[in-house]
């Protein structure tokens, strides 16, 4: 299973290879990125794919940065606060079961969702013994794309290098090194 991953915004160009299905969150900026990137393809709206929504962490007229908003918010969805709609376990149960459900389908797929349930997933997914690869570095930017595949589970004397396809194994990572 290979899954590409991309941040909702206005994408340059289409994905290379081919993907047996495409997820998308339901909403406006999901349905313009997946309109503008996959103009032949019919996507599939996945409400587990749904971003987090976010409350203001209090009801205040002071002007704060939208960092400080996120962040303030962050910590009462870990906390289980009741301002927030949705607390963190439930945000990681609900990417367990995409996670799950993508594992039953098998193919290869593309999702596309915002950058807050985005960077939980990618979490969940290394959680989960997968391996992440991606385009930028640091935060996550817009049109950032991601692609996952599982880790390879071998006895370790494979002839191949496995680095170039895989770079969750070990035993490649050495190979390519020497």
């Not at 962050?74 to 709609?85: M, S, V």
Request: aromatic share 6%; glycine share 8%; charged share 25%.
């Amino acid at each position: 299973m290979k899954v590409l991953i991309v941040c909702t915004g206005t994408p340059e160009r289409a994905p290379e290879g081919k993907y047996n299905c495409v997820y998308l969150a339901e909403g406006k900026p999901a349905a313009d990125t997946a309109a503008r990137m996959l103009a032949v393809c019919d996507p599939a709206a996945e409400p587990l794919l749904n971003e987090i929504t976010v409350h203001s962490f209090c009801d205040t007229d002071v002007r704060h940065d939208v960092s400080v908003w996120l962040r303030k918010a962050a910590g009462q969805r870990k906390q289980a606060d009741p301002r927030q709609p949705e607390s963190l376990q439930q945000v990681r149960a609900r990417a367990d079961a995409l996670i799950l459900k993508l594992a039953q389908d098998g193919g290869d797929c593309i999702l596309i969702t915002g950058p807050l349930f985005l960077t939980e997933l990618l979490d969940r997914f290394r959680v989960q013994n997968y391996v992440c690869q991606r385009s930028g570095i640091f935060r996550v930017r817009p049109l950032e794309r991601f692609v996952i595949s599982e880790k390879e589970a071998h006895c370790g004397g494979c002839g191949h290098n496995c680095f170039l396809s895989n770079p969750g194994c070990g035993v490649g990572r050495e190979k390519a090194l020497r």
